[in-house]
């Protein structure tokens, strides 16, 4: 006998909990599946962002600052540091402790939310009158409703494949027992960065080659020159128009081959690689042809506006479709497909999800850049202010950075907000729901912050869209 949901969700990462959860909410019967295994092979929902992605990294981020602080500025406070070490075996227990909590706090809000979880890996039966057969293990659950949730894997280089040991993907670089004397990374994205920032912070030499021709090629160019010379500054090695030819692997050491900007041959010998060049959609072992669900010449599955794909009543979210890969995004598309499964009107808007860095000094954004408002044509103002004038910053001894309005030179609505500098993967918050609402600069303007505090500098930025800052 198969078990009959009206929704079952195939894939526990930030997309499809969500989504179950809200599902759930709404009165539907839901089944979750998820194959992550923890340690001692038990159930770890919450998929690459809880278990390799978005949550060990930032304990370990948090870890390395704390190291660096002490290392480098807890002499500013008068506070004298002897004898510091660094247990990375204790920081990496740490950063498992923090998974395993976020793993059983999803596993606590299906039992609250009576969703069944089903522990494996979920699969495309067939289809009949009572919905679309879904096997997991030994069983079949039927669906009137799936939501396809499967999220991405690391992308590696041609030819050479993620050992974990010398060649790292994500789920490597989460993991490496001791401090490297020498890290190389490919990719000067979000992983790449805020991976090398980890093991820089506790003493690695960092090399981080890049294809593009410059850092941060999404965001605002001039957030990402602060970024550079900020990371520079901190130690961090910057190689931009980089063609890797050749990858190869000894006993204890990785050498890179590669191409400059110039066209000359180079050579990065390392101790590990760090291989963080984008993700692909995870669709392994989930039978699409059974059904006919359409994916496309990548391996994403096809999805329309409101995330329905080819097939009625199957939906897809996440990494698993176009996109920004943000754990965020597939969290709103989970909750968006649930109220439309309801017949309610669930809302995602592309133009309002923020992008967070968690490097030190932190990158976040919203909304359109400089760069793309030129290249439209559209006229535009922009006001920017910098840390370094704010109070706040000035006693947390981290002054790096700016915060950076563009407004509509017409109506003053806000466009886009650019911010690096401490905390801004806060502050960004206010500029997404000023946006949502349709703000203008003026509205941020007038709404009275917190003093001293670093959201003043979201004011003072918007304050001077029309040259009028008051503290600077």
Excluded at 84 to 89: E, G, I, P, R, Y
């Amino acid at each position: 006998m198969s078990k009959a949901f009206d929704v079952v969700v195939i894939g526990a990462g930030p997309g499809g909990y969500i989504g179950a959860i809200r599902a759930a909410q709404l009165g539907f019967s839901v089944a979750c599946i998820d194959d992550w295994k923890n340690a001692k092979g038990g159930p770890a929902p919450g998929g690459t962002c809880t278990n390799i992605g978005c949550i060990p990294s930032k304990a370990l981020l948090q870890s390395s600052e704390n190291y660096e602080h002490a290392a480098r500025h807890f002499k500013d406070h008068g506070i004298e540091v002897k004898d510091l070490t660094m247990d990375v075996t204790q920081m990496l227990a740490r950063k498992s402790k923090v998974v395993a909590q976020n793993n059983d706090g999803i596993l606590y809000l299906f039992k609250k939310n009576k969703i069944a979880f089903f522990h494996g890996r979920g699969s495309f039966a067939g289809q009949g009158d009572g919905g679309y057969q879904i096997k997991v293990n030994d069983e079949t659950l039927t669906a009137k409703h799936v939501i396809v949730a499967t999220g991405s894997n690391p992308r590696a280089l041609p030819g050479v494949a993620f050992d974990e040991k010398l060649v790292l993907s994500n789920d490597g670089a989460l993991a490496i027992p001791e401090v490297p004397k020498r890290l190389g990374v490919v990719g000067a994205g979000v992983i790449g960065l805020e991976m090398g920032s980890v093991w820089r912070r506790l003493g690695a030499e960092v090399t981080v080659l890049e294809a593009l021709p410059t850092l941060l090629g999404a965001a605002d160019e001039s957030i990402a020159k602060e970024a550079q010379k900020a990371f520079t500054r901190q130690g961090l090695k910057m190689h931009f128009g980089v063609n890797i030819t050749g990858v190869k692997t000894a006993k204890n050491a990785v050498t890179v081959e590669y191409t400059d900007n110039a066209g000359a041959a180079q050579t990065l010998a390392c101790d590990k690689l760090i291989v963080s060049i984008g993700r692909v959609p995870n669709t392994a072992g989930l039978a699409p042809e059974v059904v006919g669900l359409q994916l496309d010449e990548r391996g994403f599955v096809v999805v329309d506006d409101e995330c329905r794909t080819n097939l009625p009543n199957v939906w897809a979210i996440g990494d698993v479709v176009r996109g920004p890969m943000l754990a965020h995004r597939a969290e709103e598309e989970g909750v968006a497909v649930a109220e439309r499964i309801a017949g309610q009107h669930g809302h995602v808007n592309f133009n309002t999800i923020p992008w967070v860095i968690y490097t030190s000094p932190e990158i976040a954004w919203v909304g359109r850049t400089e760069q793309q408002l030129k290249s439209e044509g559209r006229a535009y103002k922009s006001g920017s202010f910098p840390f370094s004038a704010n109070g706040r910053a000035r006693a947390l001894g981290d002054t790096t950075g700016l915060v950076k309005f563009l407004a509509d030179a017409k109506t003053d609505e806000i466009l886009g907000v650019h911010m690096i500098g401490p905390l801004v993967s806060e502050l960004i918050a206010e500029a997404v729901v000023a946006m949502e609402f349709r703000a203008s600069s003026e509205d941020i303007a007038r709404i009275c912050h917190a003093h001293p505090s670093l959201s003043e500098v979201t004011r003072e930025a918007a304050l001077a869209v029309e040259k009028r800052t008051l503290n600077l």
